[in-house]
Structure formats: structure tokens, C-alpha cells
């Protein structure tokens, strides 16, 4: 049965493989044993039941709280030919006799519900007449009254488990406690075995903080790296939200605010123009975020510092769900430390007052973090991290610059050299400094000195950090034969506490800027524009975010491997059979464009960089296809019949005569090919017009130039016909 679920996930999905423990947990659900699913936000919940969806025979009824996410979900599962529909009252009341028609009669796959919903009496009438194979509960935490979340309406799911004895059910959640855990796995009857938890590192995502001291500028900064892209700002107040919108929108930014403070009327369109990119920047408090499943968020920033690192992860990790590369940046003042402080001293319960410091400090930690910071962000969850170095933190990557004042640790290491005699090196020096008792601090009676063990606040590959920077700045000399250390006239300075003495304590390691390695294989970037383009004018057309027709990760592939057939784009990256028969003609035809203008060939998906290169200089010769279909067109078949028999579509034949033409090869009845296109004379001479004033390279600028009234494939049959003819004037 994995092996039905691995092919849903190619010809359905377009996606190569599964993600850690999806796998698995499709397998456990599929052989009908209750499961329950923790996987961060973005890690690919559910896919763990569209999947097990599309392999039943009946009906997944998914559980969600949210009805923004289930139309959203919806929407897209259609665009890929899933059947999938909702229930709730905000359809109109023919929609909804619709949806009620389509679940009578067994046409829908996933049925989508709030809980509430789900328990209604005439919800559960409908529900027992159909065949309910699996239930599947999203945000599941919510069942557990221990959960920061709890909704009484989730506890009484029982009553819709109980219906259906021979329904699997499966329960997903990105949060929860092991009490909450243990909590959702007694109410549905979920084995030990049966739990998968994933990893809660989102290794795609950059983390770094840097001290805030100018935190307009530093976010207009940030905000001009990142342009054309999807992003969030949050802040702490309402006040603030509508202070920096105001700010970036008078210096030209996209933004829009969004807080609890504004009606829920535009709440939902400013989340609905953002979901569209209709506008890049998002600038919210807290209270956004949650009704939105937007894969593309390219970054997340936090003006002002976080409560706790729960809602931290929470919010950085609406950024770069689609696997992609995403840059989370906090700017961290210790004004918002106090104001936070400031807050808690006015709590009255003293367990929560505790409890929120304890918090209060975890956030710190991570802000404050010398080494990686995913080591206490992870540790929240309880996780240890996989690797000592991420290299994907701005102490990982050393991009943290900012030096902090050690004069005090400084002064306790030179104190430290001029003590022991100035004969020791590194190694020994932190051995005193932080209390060791090894033969060698103790022969040499160390251990008495004054400056034995006052240097325990440091470990020691900090000090050795340190104590290279003494040195590369001149306050030590190193001797050369036995590395004795030794102090020079800049350190009396600083011990005498004349001047003070910055530098980091992360010295920085050696690798890319992060901003470097956002794609493995970046496509061409002119390309993927025009593709971005044509995306959002179909998406509005259909009414759909742009995300649901392809996502940015598609486009890219699609601008690095140049796909000119239909079998190559169903090799790219979320490219399906619903997607490819939708789209797949129009984005062949921008892709194919493109290339004879730039005089790009396909790229086989297997090819090395080097190859890549290479073919980007030869010319594309007439393929044996092309040359085969044109001699039947020009025994009289039509575009039409050619299909047929090469069963593909009508344009893969235009672009095969098109090819033919542009290795300079002839027709000896051109005339055939403006026959095709059924337009009138008049039209046709307008065309021909448009082309000889545009440009015969792109379509788009002639279909405009038309008005939007010949179609693309006609526009490409007289293509053919306009090259021809100048060809062969
Ligand atoms: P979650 O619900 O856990 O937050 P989603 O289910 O929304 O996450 O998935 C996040 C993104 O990852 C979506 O854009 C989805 O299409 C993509 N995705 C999920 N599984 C895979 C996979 N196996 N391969 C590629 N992309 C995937
Ligand atoms: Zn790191």
C-alpha cells in the first residue's frame, strides 16, 4: 500500500520524495493503526492523511479549527484534482446543497470539518451513510485540556470516533507537552508504537539576533535584502504595528498591518492580499499567523524581542514552510527586556509570575547565545542538537559582528599570564583561570595564586577564543619555541583599565554568507520572473493564491532545467498530472520562449553544473521529432490529427513546428499553418502586424497588444507562419 502512496506522491503531488517520518506515518495509518503525528509547523502535516486520503476507497473526514486553513487546503487539493470539500456555515447555500450532493454521492475524497460542525446532529446523519475510512485530527493538541489551546468541542470527538468503530484515526499536532502527548493518545486510543515524533529543528531556517540600536533603519536594512519577497515583522503593541507600517509605507514598501485592533473585515483582506502577493510585507502582532499555511514567506522579523521561546519558534516558523531558505532575524534591546519585566512584576499570581521569568529567561538565552542558537531553542523542546555547529545561525556562520565590551575577562586573563610568570601558554593559563587541578597547575602551586579559578563563566574553547584575540591584537606575544605568553605595553593599558577591550567570543568560522546558499541550483532569475508573472495573473484569474498553482520551488527548477516537453516537466518539483494538464501547456510555452531568445536548451535533470554550462552555448539542432511531425503537417494533417496520433498536446505540436522553422527549414504551404488557427483574415493580418512591431520572441507582448483576444496557441501557429515568411522573404 506504500507503494499506491509513493505513486499519489509523484503523479499527484509531484514531489520525489517523502519527508522524515512521513513515511511511516502514512505506512501505520494505511495499515488502519491509530496515530498520532508531531512534526514542526511547515514539516508536512498533511500530507501524513491527504495521502492515506486519496488510497482509501471512502471517506477522510479531517478535524480543523480553523476555516480559513481548511479552504485553503481545499483549494488547493483541487487545483490537483483531489476531490475535497468543506462544511461550515460560511458557504452560500447552494455551495453548500452542492458539497451536501457530491458526499451523497460518493465523489468526495476529503471532507473537511471544524468540530463543532462534525457533531452536529444532521452532519452525523450525513456522516453515517457515507463510508468513513479514516479520521484525521489537525491541531490535535487541542484535545487536552493541559494544552495551551484546549477546546472543549475537541474533547468531545469521542462521539464521532465512536460512530465509525472501523475508521483509522490519526491526530497531528506541531505542539505539544508530553502530558498533552499522553493526554491525545488516551482519548483516541493511540499505542506507544503508533506515536512519531519529528525532529523540531527547521534546519532551512537562518537564525540570528543582532542588538538593536537603530531598529527602523536596521529593519529597512533587512527588509531591501530581501525584495519582491514574501515576509512578516512582528512587534509587540498595536501602536507599533501602525507606526512602523506607516513608516515603511511612506518609504515605498509594500506593507499592510495586521492586529486585533482593526475589524475582522480587513484582518482578512490584508491576510488575503498578502497570501496573493498583492503586498510583500505583513506587519503584525502575535495575532497573526495563525489561519495562514503561505509557503513562501521568505523571512520573519522581530522588532521587538519575544516573551518566550515558544511563540518565537511559533512565529519564525511561518517562514520558509516549502523547504526553501528563510532568514529569521530578531533585534534584541535590553529597553525590551525591562518592558517585559516590567509587565511580569504586575502579575498577581506568583506561579505565573515565576513561570513567565523562567520563560522570560529561556528567550534571553537564546538571544544571548554565544554558540549556536538552535542548542537552546531546540532545548525548549526538550531536543539536543544533532551538530555542534549548524551552519545556519549568525554564530554558526560568524555573522554576528558585533563585538561585546570583555574587558573584565580580559583583564583576568592578562592578570593571569603576568602572575604564572610569562612563561606559560594558552592551554595552561585557562587551566588556572577556571580551577583545574592538573599535576601541571598544581606542581607549579597555581592553584594559590589569586587569579586560581575566578574564570569558570567562560568554557575553555571560549577563553582560547579569547585568548587568539590577544594575541592577533597585539596585547600578548606568543614565543615562538615553547608558546609562552608574553605581556606587551598595550596590555599594561588594559589591565590598568586605561582602555577597554572588544571582540567577540565566537570568532567566526569559515563559510559562505548565508545569503549565498539559498538554492541548491538557482535558476535563471529573468526567467523565473516572467514565470512569477504569468503565475500570478492565472492565479488571480482562478481566484487562487498564487502558491496553489506552483510554488516558488517549482518555478525555480523549471528556470534551471529549462523543461521543453511535457515528460521533462513532470520531472520538476511539484508538477503532477492535474498540474501538468492544467498548466503545463502555458508555462511550456514561456519556458520554450524564453530559451530560442536566450538560446538555452533542456537540461536533463541529472546533468552537472559543468554540463549545464556547457549546453547553455551549443545550438539546438532539429530534433527527428519535429522533422517527422512537420513532413505530416505537410502531407496535410492538422495540428489537431497530429495530437492524436503523437498523443500529445496540440501545442507540444506548435512548438515542434516552431522548432522546425527556426533551424531555417521550409514549408512549401505555409498557408496551412494560418488555416489552423480558424481566425478571420483581419485577425490574422492584426497578428501579423503585432509581431512585426513587437517582438516575435515572447508572446505575451502580442497577446496584449490584441487585447487578450487571440489565444496563446493560435499566437503560436502564426508565429510559425511570421518566422517563415521573414525567413524566406
Ligand atoms: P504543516 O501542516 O506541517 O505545517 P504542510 O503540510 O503545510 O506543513 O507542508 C508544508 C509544505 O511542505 C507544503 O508546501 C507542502 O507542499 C510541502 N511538502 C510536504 N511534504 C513534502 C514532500 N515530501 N516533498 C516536498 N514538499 C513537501
Ligand atoms: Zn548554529
Known sequence: MINQASIILKNVFGFDQFRESQEAIIDNVLHRRNTLAIMPTGGGKSLCYQIPGGVFDGLTIVISPLISLMQDQVRQLNELAIPACVLNSSLSDSDYQNNLDALKQQQIKLLFLAPETALQSNILDLLTNCDVACIAIDEAHCISEWGHDFRPEYRQLNRLIECFPRAVCIALTATATPRVRDDIKRQLNIVDSSEFISSFDRPNLFIGVVPKDNPYLQCKKFVEQHPEQSGIIYCQSRKGVDELTSRLQQDGFSALPYHAGLSSIKRSEYQERFIRDDVNIIVATIAFGMGINKPDVRYVLHYDLPKNIEGYYQQIGRAGRDGL?????????????????????????????????????????????????????????????????????DNCTGESKEKSDLTVPAQKFLSCV???????????IIDVLR???????????????????????????????????????????????????????????????????????????????????????????????????????????????????????????????????????????????????????????????????????????????????????????????????????????????????????????????????????????????????????????????????????????????????????????????????????
Not at 649 to 675: A, S
Open 325 to 393: 531558505d528563510a532568514d529569521c532575524l530578531l533585534l534584541f534591546g535590553y529597553g525590551d527586556t525591562g518592558k517585559i519585566r516590567f509587565f511580569i512584576d504586575q502579575m498577581s499570581n506568583e506561579q505565573e509570575k515565576r513561570l513567565a521569568n523562567v520563560h522570560l529567561n529561556q528567550m534571553l538565552a537564546l538571544a544571548e547565545a554565544e554558540d549556536c542558537r538552535r542548542t537552546p531553542l531546540l532545548a525548549y523542546f526538550g531536543e539536543q542538537s544533532a551538530r555542534e555547529n549548524c551552519a545556519n545561525c
Open 435 to 729: 580551577g583545574s587541578s592538573a599535576e601541571k597547575v598544581l606542581q607549579n602551586q597555581h592553584n594559590l595564586l589569586s587569579t586560581y579559578n575566578i574564570g569558570n563563566e567562560y568554557n575553555k574553547k571560549q577563553w582560547m577564543t579569547l585568548a587568539r584575540q590577544l594575541i592577533q591584537k597585539g596585547l600578548l606575544n606568543q614565543e615562538e619555541q615553547f608558546g609562552g605568553l608574553k605581556l606587551t605595553q598595550k596590555a599594561g593599558d588594559v589591565l590598568k583599565g586605561k582602555v577597554p577591550f572588544f571582540a567577540l567570543l565566537q570568532q567566526p568560522v569559515a563559510t559562505t554568507s548565508h545569503t549565498s546558499k539559498t538554492l541548491a541550483n538557482p535558476g535563471d532569475q529573468q526567467l523565473v520572473a516572467i514565470l512569477k508573472a504569468d503565475r500570478k495573473r492565472l492565479a488571480d484569474e482562478a481566484n487562487l493564491p498564487p502558491y496553489a498553482i506552483f510554488s516558488d520551488r517549482t518555478l525555480n527548477e523549471m528556470a534551471y532545467y529549462f523543461p521543453h516537453s511535457e515528460e521533462s516537466l513532470l520531472r520538476i518539483h511539484g508538477v503532477g498530472q492535474a498540474k501538468l494538464e492544467k498548466y503545463g501547456t502555458h508555462f511550456l510555452n514561456l519556458i520554450t520562449d524564453y530559451c530560442q531568445q536566450h538560446d538555452l536548451q533542456e537540461i536533463s535533470n541529472n546533468q552537472s553544473m559543468s554540463q549545464v554550462n556547457a549546453s547553455k552555448t551549443t545550438k539546438p539542432t532539429t530534433s527527428a521529432k519535429s522533422i517527422e511531425i512537420a513532413q505530416a503537417f505537410e502531407n496535410g494533417q492538422s495540428v489537431m490529427a497530429l495530437a492524436e496520433t503523437f498523443k500529445v498536446k496540440p501545442n507540444t505540436i506548435n512548438n515542434h513546428l516552431y522548432r522546425y522553422v527556426q533551424q531555417g527549414q521550409r514549408f512549401t504551404r505555409p498557408d496551412f499553418l494560418l488555416e489552423q488557427t480558424q481566425l478571420e483574415r483581419d485577425k490574422i493580418d492584426q497578428a501579423l502586424n503585432a509581431f512585426e512591431q513587437h517582438t516575435a520572441e515572447r508572446l505575451k507582448p502580442v497577446y496584449d497588444a490584441l487585447n487578450e483576444q487571440v489565444s496563446y496557441d493560435q499566437l503560436h501557429l502564426l508565429r510559425v507562419y511570421f518566422i517563415h515568411t521573414k525567413a524566406n522573404a
Open 418 to 428: 603576568h602572575r604564572t610568570g610569562q612563561r606559560f601558554g594558552s592551554s595552561h
